[in-house]
C-alpha cells in the first residue's frame, strides 16, 4: 500500500459548483497534514495545513478523519481560476520526511 | 522578495555528462530539501539538510551527491547521469524540519538525459 493515495481524476468541475476529494494515508503514526496546490509546470505551494478540528480558509475546507486515515479537501463556489492539482502531503517519518500524493487534477469549466 | 533560487531551469544532458544544479534561499531557513517529480508519481525526496554542516539520504538517493555549502546554498550533483533520472527537479526550505513547518519550493529544474 502506498504511502498517500489520491485518485488522479481529472475532477472535471462546472464554474460555481462544489468539488470535494479525499486522500489516504498509510502510517497511523502521521502527525501533520497539509494540502499543496501545484500549477502545471509550476512549483507546489501551501494551500493549508490540515489540522484534527478541521479547518476553512476562504471558499476551502480541510478534514482529517484519524480513525480512517484520510484528510479531505473541500472546494466551493469553485473558480476558474482553482484549475490546477492539489497534492495530498503527510509528515511521515517524522520531521524532514514528507510523503507527497501523487495529486488531485481539478479542471473548473466555464 | 526571490524565496528559493534554483538554477539551471532548463537543460540536456548526454549519458554519462555530469552536472550540478545549484539552490540558494533567502528565508534564513535551516532545512533544505531536493525532490524529484517525474509523471504519475509524487513528489520523492533525494536528500536533505536538516542544518548547515549536515546532509542525510532521502528516499531515491542513488546516483546523486549534496552539498550543503552555507546557511543559504544546497546543491545538487549528478556525476554520471542516466535516462532514468530524466526528471523536474525542486529544490525547497523549510525554517526547521518539515513537522509543522511550511516547505517552500524553487521553481523547478527540467532535466533531460539523452
Known amino acids: 500500500r502506498k504511502e498517500v493515495e489520491q485518485d488522479p481524476g481529472p475532477f472535471n468541475v462546472p464554474e460555481g459548483a462544489t468539488v470535494a476529494f479525499n486522500c489516504t494515508y498509510s502510517n497511523s503514526a502521521s502527525q501533520s497534514f497539509f494540502w499543496y496546490r501545484q500549477d502545471c509546470r509550476k512549483e507546489p505551494k501551501l494551500l493549508m495545513s490540515?489540522?484534527?478540528s478541521g479547518n476553512e480558509d476562504g471558499r476551502f475546507t480541510a478534514q482529517l478523519n484519524r480513525a480512517s486515515q484520510y484528510i479531505s479537501l473541500l472546494i466551493r463556489d469553485s473558480k476558474l481560476s482553482d484549475s490546477a492539482t492539489y497534492l495530498c502531503?503527510?509528515?511521515?517519518?517524522?520531521?524532514?520526511?514528507?510523503?507527497f500524493g501523487k495529486g488531485n487534477q481539478v479542471v473548473v469549466i466555464p | 522578495n526571490a524565496g528559493v533560487t534554483q538554477t539551471p531551469k532548463f537543460q540536456v544532458l548526454k549519458t554519462g555528462q555530469s552536472m550540478t544544479l545549484q539552490c540558494a534561499q533567502d528565508?534564513?531557513?535551516?532545512?533544505m530539501y531536493w525532490y524529484r517529480q517525474d509523471p504519475g508519481m509524487g513528489l520523492r525526496l533525494i536528500y536533505y539538510s536538516a542544518s548547515e554542516g549536515t546532509t542525510d539520504k532521502g528516499e531515491v538517493p542513488n546516483g546523486y551527491n549534496v552539498s550543503r555549502l552555507n546557511k543559504r546554498e544546497f546543491s545538487l550533483r549528478l556525476e554520471s547521469a542516466a535516462p532514468s533520472q530524466t526528471s523536474v527537479y525542486f529544490c525547497?526550505?523549510?525554517?526547521?524540519?518539515?513537522?509543522?513547518?511550511?516547505?517552500?519550493f524553487g521553481e523547478g529544474s527540467w532535466l533531460t538525459v539523452v
Open positions: 490540515v489540522y484534527s
Open positions: 525547497a526550505s523549510s525554517e526547521s524540519g518539515t513537522g509543522g513547518n511550511t516547505i517552500y
Open positions: 502531503v503527510v509528515n511521515y517519518y517524522g520531521n524532514n520526511r514528507l510523503a
Open positions: 528565508m534564513n531557513h535551516n532545512s
